[in-house]
């Protein structure tokens, strides 16, 4: 049972590349999140997807979109890299009601742009 | 919107009890939500209060007074393996914000022999 799956692991990419983080999961949750992690921060919400088919901004959307494949699959999308970009991204996916409460987490990806 | 206020930095020796707080203000939501990270690592759920009142997870213990806007983590029996960041979340109550958890900026916990 893996869980939540996100590729790749580590990425450098010079300002101006795009690139896509790829993230899934095998838990038939309904929810899944997009955040993003600065150096001794917490973590910010980027997107999320309450369920199949919808997709909302977080705290911090600029400068990403999303898209929700179907209900495993989740990715986040940089259309045009900035150094400020430069964080570890994690996805997370969760049931609805009181499960929404408890986010599994993949393993994150880690992003440079320089 | 939701604010949550946690201390940056606990340090403690192996066997001690520590005691993380977290204050919050928020128009409502469901629960407060605790998770731990190690370095280099992802974030883990450890516990959730729904209710006011005292969780208890093995040595990790969890509190909540929504009338004093404050809930605490307690961690007993401090072992090495505890020491990672320890950040409290919130999910909103309005309908339209989603399922989404707001966290806060976390507290690092350093655990000396």
Not at chain 1, 63 to 91: D, H, I, M, W
Not at chain 2, 18 to 28: D, E, H, L, P, R
Not at chain 2, 62 to 87: C, H, I, P
Not at chain 2, 98 to 110: A, D, I, P
Request: include cysteine; proline fraction near 3%; hydrophobic fraction near 30%.
């Amino acid at each position: 049972n893996a869980g939540v799956t996100q590729t790749p692991k580590f990425q450098v990419l010079k300002t101006g590349q795009s690139m896509t983080l790829q993230c899934a999961q095998d838990m038939n949750h309904n929810s899944m999140y997009w955040y993003r992690q600065d150096p001794g921060m917490g973590l910010r919400l980027i997107y999320y997807s309450a369920s199949e088919g919808t997709t909302d901004k977080g705290e911090v959307p600029n400068g990403y979109n999303v898209s929700r494949l179907n209900k495993r699959e989740f990715s986040l999308r940089l259309e045009s890299a900035a150094p400020s970009q430069t964080s570890v991204y994690f996805c997370a996916s969760s049931s609805q009601g009181s499960g929404a409460n408890v986010l599994t987490f993949g393993a994150g990806s880690r992003l440079t742009v320089l | 919107g939701q604010s949550l206020e946690q201390p940056s930095e606990v340090t403690a020796v192996e066997g001690a009890i520590v005691q993380i707080n977290c204050t919050y203000q928020t128009s409502g939501f469901y629960g407060l939500s605790w998770y731990q990270q190690h370095d280099g690592g992802a974030p883990t759920f450890l516990s959730y209060n729904g209710l006011d009142g005292l969780e208890e997870t093995g040595r990790f213990s969890s509190f909540l007074s929504r009338s004093d806007s404050y809930g605490y983590l307690l961690l007993q029996e401090l072992q090495m393996k505890d020491s990672a960041s320890y950040f409290c979340a919130v999910r909103a109550l309005i309908k339209a914000a989603g399922n989404k958890l707001t966290f806060g900026g976390g507290t690092r916990v350093l655990v000396k022999p």
